[in-house]
């Protein structure tokens, strides 16, 4: 989703302010605004491709305020009541507290009155807004998109981003509907694009009102003009935004129209570097200020619960332009922001001249100054971000432990454990709706079909069988058949297999590889299938349907990473009864249990040193399992289908991140 594409705030209606709650006019927070100095031309954010932004402070919270507010009125009202009961005395008129409480009483009934109408209409706006379905992008068609990040140079390492906010319960209709290709493939780009999908929807169901903002790149029907039409400096030029709104899954999505982020839906992390952090910097300009000037359901959220959610470095200038041009100056003075880290090893590097881009206090610059022995005194994004951001959250247990060593945190570790007090690691979830072999769109047609737990040994046969057909392999049910999906790059440990093929072509197995990267390695994939053809296939390129589709036939999956934050390719797999074998860090070494014979328990094999021996040690032992010991192999199948890797539990544990954001310090 920061993979991810998209920002996510709350869209409430009510928004606290003070100690009651009442409807937030957009032309407050104007006035708001217009009391800082020169705001229109200083505020500033940054963003860039695809970047989510999720405001979760929580309805349960904002709406307990607003009720404390409610029980304050009436205390104050029983107060006047038993002052009347005295009469009149001490210089007061009797009539007088008599009026006074009728006042009070007729404008709270006005108030209440205003607000159930303003829900009714949200409520109707909404409904309108869900029942708009796609009528550009058709689900069933093979959409492929390559992106070559791969081999980037960490020091100018600007590519795209999400980040996200929530904060109050939902009083319309919660109703969930599909979300629409077009918006879900843009946003599904890569793992941080899957949770940029995926996290928002969890929190709305759980009750949090959730938006994701992200930048306008592709052709989308639902959307529909706001009529909000801002202006932002970057670099010295004036750039007018657009806003776009839509109401899906429960969740707003606004999105963010500005001729720099046109045309460039299929290479979103590309350009040079100072024009990818121009992008990123209008981005972030116009997605703090949407909870001010974008109406999602016919009123503006407002400032008065919120919490930012930045996801990764891209988005990561956000806390600090929430507290330099907003918090410093009393404005959002209760807003907070959260920061997670992806991939620590993309940072935004650059040289120090880049700070004059991001439109900070000069006495700002010291934030963003990092010296690392290689490549001396630098301009660092993401060591700013996090050192301003209220709490850090890695996507996975393991990964939070990482980041705090030389090794895995990438010259970042002492900010990291300088900060370890607010750092938490919450494993990812899947999006089940998606990643479902019950239900999955892709298994429908060719050969293929959906399957179960209980009629998993026939559909997973069906599925092997229909992706070797459809690939040109031949069909063996009996012949282990291996998948890897994924980047290619020294990251990914495709080398890894690389080096262990020969060994693996002597093991009567198949081996399909689906990915795009570095090029040397996509002619190595494509080497391979030219030098063994009856075995091996390498799909070069990216396609969602056949992601699915190899996921579904494939016996086994490879994850040889070097490093993986959290991994999601390998949630996927087991959710579909395919075995992981994977080396043992990060969120693998969290989510994949070593198999034990003697307890017949475990979910994959994994290795602890990313080196070609290490590997097929693991790999043998699996393929053993696989032809000796079929009641262990079912076993180990079966027990990853029963896991449940929904985002439930994850979401559950990020509330507990916001509410520590807002309250605990």
Excluded at 438 to 458: A, R
């Amino acid at each position: 989703m920061g993979s991810i594409g998209s920002l996510t705030m709350e869209s409430s209606v009510l928004v606290h302010n003070g100690n009651h709650g009442r409807p937030r006019l957009p032309l407050f927070a104007y006035r708001l605004r217009s009391s800082l100095d020169s705001a229109d031309s200083n505020v500033s954010a940054f963003g860039y491709a695809k970047v989510l932004f999720k405001d979760v402070a929580g309805a349960s919270l904002c709406y307990a305020r607003l009720m404390s507010g409610c029980r304050e009125t009436r205390r104050r009202s029983m107060k006047r009541l038993k002052a009347t009961e005295k009469g009149p005395g001490e210089g007061e008129d009797g009539d007088e507290p008599v009026d006074t409480l009728q006042a009070a009483i007729g404008k709270s009934k006005k108030a209440l009155a205003m607000q159930r109408d303003l829900m009714q209409q949200i409520a109707e706006r909404r409904k309108l807004v869900s029942s708009i379905k796609s009528s550009i992008i058709n689900l069933e068609s093979d959409e492929v998109y390559t992106t070559s990040d791969g081999g980037k140079d960490t020091n100018e390492d600007y590519t795209s981003s999400v980040s996200s906010s929530s904060n109050v319960n939902s009083t319309v209709d919660n109703a969930l509907e599909t979300l629409p290709p077009a918006i879900s493939q843009d946003l599904g780009k890569g793992g941080l694009g899957d949770v940029a999908g995926a996290l928002p929807k969890a929190l709305a169901q759980r009750g949090h009102r959730v938006m994701v903002v992200a930048p306008w790149y592709g052709n989308y029907a639902e959307p529909q003009d706001t009529g909000v039409r801002k202006m932002y400096r970057v670099d010295g030029q004036d750039m007018e935004v657009i806003y776009f709104q839509a109401y899906i899954d429960g969740v707003d999505f606004v999105f963010i129209d500005s001729p720099v982020f046109r045309h460039i839906e299929n290479n979103i992390y590309g350009g040079n570097r100072v024009d990818i952090l121009k992008r990123m910097v209008l981005f972030c300009k116009a997605a703090v200020e949407v909870p001010w000037h974008v109406p999602c359901g016919g009123v503006c959220y407002g400032d008065g619960n919120l919490v930012f959610v930045a996801n990764d470095w891209h988005t990561a200038l956000l806390p600090v332009y929430l507290k330099a041009y907003y918090r410093d100056h009393g404005l959002m003075k209760y807003t907070r922001s959260i920061i997670v880290i992806h991939n620590i090893a993309h940072q935004g590097r650059g040289p120090v001249d880049d700070f004059s881009y991001v439109d900070l206090p000069l006495h700002y610059v010291d934030l963003f100054k990092l010296y690392d022995p290689v490549g001396g005194e630098h301009f660092n994004i993401f060591a700013a971000g996090l050192k301003t951001a209220d709490r850090i959250v890695t996507v996975s247990n393991g990964y939070a432990q990482e980041v705090k060593t030389s090794e895995g945190g990438w010259g970042l570790h002492g900010i990291i454990n300088e900060n370890d007090w607010k750092l938490k690691g919450i494993v990812n979830g899947i999006d089940t709706k998606e990643w479902n072999p019950q239900f999955d769109v892709h298994l429908k047609s060719d050969g293929y079909t959906n399957y179960s737990l209980e009629t998993l040994q026939s559909g997973k046969a069906q599925c092997k069988a229909a992706l070797q057909k459809e690939l040109g392999l031949p069909i063996h049910d009996n012949v282990p058949l291996i998948g890897f999906i994924g980047r290619l790059d020294h990251q990914k440990g495709v080398d890894l297999i690389a080096e262990a093929v020969p060994w693996m072509m002597g093991q009567d197995v198949q081996l399909i590889m689906l990915g795009s990267g570095r090029p040397d390695l996509e002619r190595m994939l494509r080497q391979f299938e030219s030098q063994h053809h009856d075995k091996i296939r390498g799909w070069v390129g990216f396609s969602i349907k056949t992601a699915h589709r190899i996921t579904a036939g494939s016996d086994i999956l490879l994850m040889p990473s070097r490093f993986e934050p959290c991994g999601l390719n390998q949630l996927y797999a087991m959710s579909y009864g395919t075995v992981p074998v994977v080396h043992a860090v990060g969120g693998l070494r969290d989510t994949v249990q070593p198999f034990d014979p003697y307890n017949e328990s475990g979910l994959g094999w994994t290795y602890d040193r990313a080196e070609k021996d290490k590997l097929i040690h693991a790999l043998g032992n699996c393929l053993l399992t696989y032809r000796e010991y079929k009641k262990s192999w079912e076993g180990v199948r079966r027990r990853g289908m029963m896991q449940d890797l929904s985002w439930d539990h994850a979401a559950e544990i990020y509330e507990d991140v916001l509410v520590a954001a807002k309250y605990h310090w």
